[in-house]
């Protein structure tokens, strides 16, 4: 069983940075694709940054270029997500998930997910 824990989220004023952490247990790190993803309120779940299992392919939301970078330390088993020049329209839940059979931007694609983090970004 895979378990995905998020961390890092809080309360950020517009233009500020976060840098959001997913550490992952049950199964080692470097065999899993791992994406980010945010969920506003009633709105749906939208993908924001994904990453290969080395480390060597990543692919960002347009909304992300830029501005956040995803990275992965496979040896501590964690996925990272650097979020810079935050917006207010950015506020929502972040999740972290792995895929088993690759990477990218579809969410359904991906198999085991996080509970989440909250990040709020003031105006």
């Known amino acids: 069983q895979v378990q995905l824990v998020e961390s890092g989220g809080g309360l950020v004023q517009a233009g500020g940075s976060l840098r959001l952490s997913c550490a992952v247990s049950?199964?080692?790190?470097?065999?899993?694709?791992m994406g980010w993803f945010r969920q506003a309120p009633g709105k749906e779940r939208d993908f924001v940054a994904a990453?290969?299992?080395?480390?060597?392919?990543?692919s960002y939301a347009d909304s992300a270029k830029g501005r956040f970078t995803i990275s992965r330390d496979n040896a501590k088993n964690t996925v990272y997500l650097q979020m810079n020049s935050l917006k207010p329209e950015e506020t929502a839940v972040y999740y972290c998930?792995?895929?088993?059979?690759?990477?990218?931007?579809?969410?359904?694609?991906?198999?085991?997910w996080g509970q989440g983090t909250q990040v709020t970004v003031s105006s």
């Open positions: 990453i290969s299992w080395g480390g060597g392919g990543t």
């Open positions: 998930a792995a895929d088993r059979m690759g990477w990218g931007k579809v969410r359904e694609k991906y198999d085991y």
């Open positions: 049950g199964r080692t790190l470097s065999t899993y694709g």
